[in-house]
Each structure stands twice: as C-alpha cells, then as structure tokens.
C-alpha cells in the first residue's frame, strides 16, 4: 500500500543511515587497503587507544577497562550470551520493549529471556547470568538516569551476574544527556560485571564498514578476546583503520547530529499536528508514537499516505499500542512525510 503513493514510498521503518561517509573514514580505509596479512582479534594498538581515548573523554570512563572491536554492534548482542559460555537452564533479563535480536541471542545460545517487567516473577532459584540495558533505548528513545542504572549493576553484583548496556545512540541525545554504564556514577570505581557495547554505524554512518567495540570488565573483555580469536570474529585491518580515524574526530559527527535534529523536529511537529502522542523519545534515532489505538492500525494509517513505520509489537508485547518511526530518510523524504501527515 504505501509503495503505491504517487510521490513514492518514505521509508521511516529502518534505522539504516542515507548520509554519506565521512571523507576521513574513507581515506583511512583505502590507505590501509593493502593489508593481506591477518589483522588483530584484539585490535590494532592505534584502534585500541583510540578506542580508549574515546570511552574515556565520551563516557567519562576512569582507566582500568578494557576494549575489544567487533564486527558491527548486531554481532555482539546476538552471539554474547554464547561467547560468555550461557546455555541450557541459564536466565538472560532483556528490556521490556527492545530490539528483537536481544531475544534471538539467548535463543541461539539455547537459554531463556525474561522481558525486565517480569523479572520479579522469576523464582530465587533461577540462574540469571546476563541482564541487557538499552539506554538511549531502540524503539522507545528512553533514557534511564544514572541512579537507575546503579540499582541495575548493585543488584547484578550482588548476584554475580554481567550487565550490558547497549549505548550505540549515546552521541544521539535531544532531551536529555544519556549516560554510559562506563561512568563512575553508575559502575563506582570498578568495572566489575560491566560490558559496554558500541557502534559506529549511528555516529558515523558506518554501518556498512560493520564497526563496533565492547569495553568494560577486563576480566570478561579478555574472556570474549579468547573466544573470538577461536571463532574468526575479527573486524578487517582497513575497517580497523576507519574506525581509529573516526574515533578521533568529533566534528563529523556534530554534522550529523545537526541532521537528525532538524529531520527529528519537522517530524516531530507534523506528527503532533497530526495528533499523535509521542512518548519517550529524548534520544536516539526513533519517535515512539501512538494514536491510542492497535499498532497494525497506525500503521496501516501511515501506509495509506505513502510512509512506512513499523509495529511497536515487533519489539515486545507492551509496544502493541505504539510505532517507532525513524529519522534516517533524507532532508527531501522527511518533508515529505510531513507533507503527507499534514493532509
């Protein structure tokens, strides 16, 4: 239905960036192009400083971490409950309303998710090894304080369980500053039982290149490294290299904020006139909107004028009443949408 509007579908389902490269992300990639040997598991040195550097001055991250690329973010959060040695009998807590492939993780490692909201139904006898945080969260643009992230590490460490936390829209605040779980407010002066997973694909347009980091506990850093070294998880030398240039650079990416917040305003304005809700959504790349109606509804109301969302009940049952809608479609599709919204 809304690939047949006669000015052409605005596709607002997908998170996938349409700006271009930074031009230094792309000369670093092409001068390190003649790599035939194989690349480090662990990182170039210059990755891993630049990686450091950047936990450190974004994140507020004291030393004593420590840090591992990956091949892309979607990587990490599907294989880490495997890659930690999670099986059979054991309990990973996922966010109530969150991406799909926290839940295909657990799956794949043979566990069992529990959505957070049900976390106190669970008996005191059940093995919950891993919690997964999202903050800023994909769909809903969340944001969780620094005292609330605290009560999740204390409670984790109290039971000798690891917390990730998904950050990859931490450059991407709006109403509120996000906060790491790398922060001394949150973790103390220990990284104990604490992973922190990174993307580049948001900040920097690289989703192609496929460039991402976890950092955190040393311990369990190293525990992945060994892992990943076995299993041929190693991101190659020439993306290593884009990664160290952009990691050093904070001007490209003030760029690209500046985009999604004029393309986040115009949408925002037209959905409100239009007489949506919109909940959450303080960071991040997504408008979390209702019409206080059944999701497949919403969507089918935006599909009929050409735009394409998706269904809040794809990221857990208590999203049926609400879509998420991007903000990575061009300046020129934008307006549209809110054109369309408008009529």
């Known amino acids: 239905m809304a690939a047949a509007h006669p000015d052409g579908l605005v596709d607002l389902s997908m998170g996938a960036p349409v700006d271009p490269v930074p031009p230094l992300a792309r000369a670093a990639l092409a001068d390190a192009s003649d790599a035939p040997g194989y690349p480090l598991t662990a990182g170039s040195p210059a990755l891993r400083a630049a990686i450091a550097a950047w936990c450190a001055r974004e994140c507020g991250a004291a030393d004593g971490f420590g840090v591992l690329p990956t091949i892309g973010l979607k990587e990490l959060v599907a294989w880490l409950p495997t890659l930690l040695g999670i099986g059979p009998g054991d309990l990973v807590v996922i966010p109530e309303i969150g991406y799909p492939t926290y839940e295909v993780g657990v799956r794949l490692a043979g566990a069992t998710a529990v959505r957070a909201d049900a976390l106190t139904a669970v008996g005191p006898s059940t093995r919950v090894r891993l919690v997964w945080v999202n903050s800023p969260a994909n769909p809903t643009g969340r944001v969780l304080p620094p005292a609330h992230l605290r009560k999740i590490v204390d409670w984790a460490r109290e039971r000798g369980v690891v917390v990730a936390s998904d950050e990859c829209y931490l450059p991407l605040g709006w109403d509120e500053q996000p906060v790491s779980v790398l922060d001394p407010r949150v973790c103390g002066d220990s990284f104990d039982n604490v992973l922190a997973a990174h993307s580049l694909s948001k900040r920097s347009n690289l989703a192609g290149y496929r460039a991402g980091f976890v950092a ?30 952009v990691l050093g650079d904070e001007g490209h990416v003030d760029e690209q904020r500046q985009r999604y917040a004029a393309r986040r305003q115009v949408l925002r304005a037209a959905m409100l006139g239009a007489g949506f809700t919109i909940d959450h959504s303080e960071a991040g790349l997504y408008l979390w909107a209702s019409r206080d109606e059944r999701c497949w509804d919403t969507v089918e109301w935006f599909a009929r004028r050409g735009v394409l969302v998706v269904p809040g009940e794809f990221y857990g049952p208590r999203g ?3 879509v998420r809608v991007a903000l990575t479609a061009s300046d020129e599709r934008v307006s549209a949408a809110a054109s369309r919204l408008a009529l």
């Open 216 to 245: 955190g506990d040393p311990a369990l850093v190293d525990e992945l490294l060994a892992v990943r070294k076995h299993a041929g998880l190693i991101v190659p030398a020439p993306v290593q290299a884009a990664m160290t240039a």
């Open 320 to 322: 049926a009443g609400h």
